[in-house]
């Protein structure tokens, strides 16, 4: 069902919306910019309200200026390529890791998954089911505690020690599983042989009875976008097995990064 007017406008947040024609009018400003009082005339408002929207969105990145009184001039800031290099990286992630994590489940006959970091936590935004009628994957759209699993660790081992204690100490090191690591520095020590293997083990640290194993995904700006892995039952996987299925794995990850324009 379309929402109605009345109640599109019901739930309208003007300051916002006010911001939001400040950002339009700065995009079709041009290269030099606009000056406040040619921001004010482009969206109907006063100066004084304009300048204050403007600083607003300046703190933040999303605006920059030039010049001084009233000779100052603004332009939308980096901030904006900055998401939008995230927006393009996200969706054109997903486009070409689907195929991948589709023939890696073939080849491997385990549950294939795509995840994306979201303030912290892995978010899975891709799955291909293995075969069998048992689904021992979580639903997508799920946050997930980034040490607890392979996808998460994964993308945790492509940051240095202080990002990652400044991801996990607002998060905690909370116990899902019976091997969750619950310690910072054993978690750093994990994901040093992460990094140096070129994948990540989840065993069974998110989930009594399952193994993961996860390897990260980057773009051509050599910046971690995702990770992808594989979810088995323990008892059905070899104890030997993980080498070899982590080899798989950062086989298909990196030729997901390859075709995203990354090394």
């Known amino acids: 069902m379309t929402p109605n007017a009345d109640n599109a406008?019901?739930?309208?947040?003007?300051?916002?919306?006010?911001?939001?024609?400040?950002?339009?009018?700065?995009?079709?400003?041009?290269?030099?910019?606009?000056?406040?009082?040619?921001?004010?005339?482009?969206?109907?408002?006063?100066?004084?309200?304009?300048?204050?929207?403007?600083?607003?969105?300046?703190?933040?990145?999303?605006?920059?200026?030039?010049?001084?009184?009233?000779?100052?001039?603004?332009?939308?800031?980096?901030?904006?390529?900055?998401?939008g290099d995230q927006v393009t990286s996200q969706t054109g992630l997903r486009e070409v890791a689907m195929p991948y994590l589709e023939e890696l489940t073939r080849v491997a006959g385990l549950t294939s998954r795509l995840a994306i970091f979201d303030e912290g936590y892995a978010v899975a935004i891709g799955r291909i089911d293995g075969p069998g009628t048992i689904r021992i994957a979580p639903f997508l759209g799920r946050r997930e505690l980034p040490h607890a699993t392979a996808i998460g660790k994964a993308m945790l081992a492509t940051l240095g020690d202080d990002e990652v204690r400044a991801i996990i100490e607002p998060i905690g090191l909370l116990a899902r599983g019976p091997n969750t690591i619950v310690d910072i520095d054993t978690l750093l020590r994990d994901l040093h042989r992460t990094a140096e293997r070129g994948y990540a083990v989840d065993d069974e640290e998110d989930t009594a009875g399952v193994v993961c194993i996860g390897a990260s995904v980057h773009d051509r700006t050599?910046?971690?976008?995702?990770?992808?892995?594989?979810?088995?039952?323990?008892?059905?996987?070899?104890?030997?097995?993980?080498?070899?299925?982590?080899?798989?794995?950062?086989?298909?990850?990196?030729?997901?990064?390859?075709?995203?324009?990354?090394?």
């Open 9 to 83: 406008d019901k739930y309208r947040v003007k300051s916002l919306d006010h911001a939001l024609d400040v950002v339009e009018a700065l995009g079709h400003g041009g290269r030099d910019g606009l000056a406040v009082t040619e921001v004010a005339t482009a969206v109907g408002m006063s100066k004084s309200s304009a300048y204050s929207i403007l600083q607003t969105l300046l703190r933040r990145g999303f605006v920059a200026s030039h010049g001084s009184g009233p000779t100052r001039r603004y332009r939308l800031g980096l901030s904006f390529a900055y998401l």
């Open 222 to 263: 050599a910046t971690c976008v995702g990770a992808i892995s594989v979810t088995a039952l323990k008892h059905e996987m070899r104890a030997d097995a993980a080498a070899e299925i982590g080899a798989l794995v950062r086989r298909y990850a990196d030729s997901i990064t390859t075709e995203l324009g990354g090394r």
